[in-house]
């Protein structure tokens, strides 16, 4: 092997292809609910998942969770309490709470209002990873629960 040959190999540098730093991610959620009696599979996926996860944290009273008295809500606490303006205010404090809990949405123009046997919740959820916005509309009845 001649001089040139052998200073080729010491020159010679094989780097490494360049790897994006922060590669793309697409975020899926799975999960399941048991919730809808019609479903034959119980998988729910992604925004579903999510709205059925914000149902759920609603169905929770304030302080009904073990080892986190601070999760849930004062709602089903109030339903038979006159619906003043600082309760109103509490309710939009709590609900603001909840949705912002969850890391996936964002609350924005909460209103709290009365109906004929509960408490009627608008707001607007914007999910943050999908950049979609809707309006989610919850009823807590007196007699039945969230609907």
């Not at 959620?29 to 034959?40: E, L």
């Amino acid at each position: 092997m001649s001089t040139l040959e052998k200073n080729l190999y010491k020159n010679l540098k094989i780097s490494s292809p360049r790897t994006n730093a922060n590669p793309i991610v697409d975020k899926s959620y799975k999960g399941i609910s048991t919730v809808n009696p019609n479903s034959k599979d119980f998988k729910l996926q992604n925004i579903d998942l999510i709205k059925q996860d914000l149902v759920n944290h609603f169905h929770i009273r304030l302080g009904e969770k073990l080892e986190n008295p601070e999760f849930g809500t004062i709602i089903w606490d109030v339903l038979f309490e006159p619906l003043t303006a600082s309760l109103r205010e509490a309710i939009v404090q709590n609900v603001n709470m909840i949705i912002n809990y969850d890391p996936r949405v964002q609350a924005e123009d909460i209103v709290v209002d009365s109906y004929e046997n509960g408490i009627q919740i608008y707001c607007t959820l914007t999910y943050l990873e999908y950049n979609i916005s809707e309006q989610l509309r919850l009823n807590f009845d007196r007699d039945n629960g969230i609907i």
